[in-house]
């Protein structure tokens, strides 16, 4: 027996167009259907379990903005942004001290955000 239920998709006359069985499947729907055909920014750690399969499905409406904290910094994914071996260019930091980690490292020109965790904002 599945853990997931089973996920129904209707349209506005309230007939299914979709089953998903897994979130892995709804996801890849959510990322070929909805996110890929407008324009959208994903803010994403570089540690969720859904990363990698979010990377490969950037392309011209679709942008991955990764969020990067002192303990991602030897991500690998880190890594490449840093050398230039990614597609991505922009970055969100948990603090200033991981930017200027990132900006002792870097190879190229990179956007950086600071964007405190919020029980610092708070």
């Excluded at 996110?35 to 499905?57: E, R």
């Excluded at 990764?66 to 603090?95: F, M």
């Amino acid at each position: 027996m599945s853990k997931y239920p089973n996920t129904f998709l209707v349209n506005k006359e309230e007939a299914i167009t979709n089953v998903f069985h897994s979130e892995a499947q709804l996801l890849n729907w959510w990322l070929a259907s909805v996110l890929q055909q407008q324009n959208s920014v994903l803010v994403m750690g570089v540690n969720a379990p859904l990363f990698d399969q979010c990377l490969q499905a950037t392309n011209d409406n679709f942008h991955l903005l990764p969020i990067v904290s002192a303990d991602d910094l030897d991500n690998q994914h880190v890594q490449d942004i840093i050398n230039g071996k990614s597609k991505l260019s922009s970055l969100v930091v948990t603090d200033h001290d991981v930017q200027t980690a990132i900006e002792k490292q870097m190879t190229r020109d990179l956007e950086i955000t600071v964007m405190p965790a919020a029980e610092v904002r708070a």
